[in-house]
């Protein structure tokens, strides 16, 4: 079953102007003192690890929902739109302009008007590498180690150490296991 919200639940609405607050201000920290301020990634998100590395501009929707494992470097312009749980493992390195989108529009017309969503969650699993401007949908694994080539629309599981490239991602090589 989906998790089905409506964007104008208050609750929502505050989650999002809070963590929209705490990514300006982390951003702006990063961007004008070379600050980064890990205590505010740690208010803002709900789990994270050892040694995280986040450029700016990050932007996430809730950031309540994510999960970072330990020594995670996310690149220059990283959009996490988690209106489901994001987990993103150990070693995992994500490019510029990369996004991981969570939230859906339901086919029903009248649900959309409504400003009813639906959301799934994503897990990236540890070792992962993200290119560039790769896209992940909601409901997706990424496996172990795997690479995503740059440009790439992640819309289905990839299993553990493989590269995939495309719109949709597809397998094109095996890579050795660690």
Excluded at 4 to 30: F, G, H, P, W
Excluded at 82 to 105: L, Q, S
């Amino acid at each position: 079953m989906e998790n089905y919200y409506s964007l104008t639940d208050e609750k929502i609405i505050q989650a999002r102007k809070r963590a929209q607050k705490l990514c300006v201000e982390y951003n702006e920290k990063v961007n004008q003192k070379n600050f980064y301020d890990e205590a505010l990634l740690n208010a803002l998100l709900k789990k994270v690890g050892r040694d995280p590395y986040v450029e700016p501009n990050f932007r996430c929707f809730l950031g309540s929902r994510i999960e970072l494992g330990d020594e995670v470097f996310l690149n220059h312009d990283v959009t996490l739109q988690d209106m489901a749980e994001i987990t993103i493992g150990n070693n995992v390195n994500i490019a510029p302009r990369t996004g991981i989108f969570t939230e859906f529009c339901p086919k029903d017309k009248e649900l959309r008007r409504k400003k009813i969503r639906y959301a799934k969650p994503v897990v990236i699993e540890d070792g992962v590498w993200l290119g560039g401007n790769v896209t992940v949908w909601g409901g997706v694994t990424i496996g172990k180690n795997s690479i995503i080539g740059a440009g790439s629309v992640v819309t289905a599981d990839i299993p553990e150490n493989v590269i995939a490239v495309g719109n949709p991602a597809k397998v094109i090589k095996k890579i050795e296991a660690d």
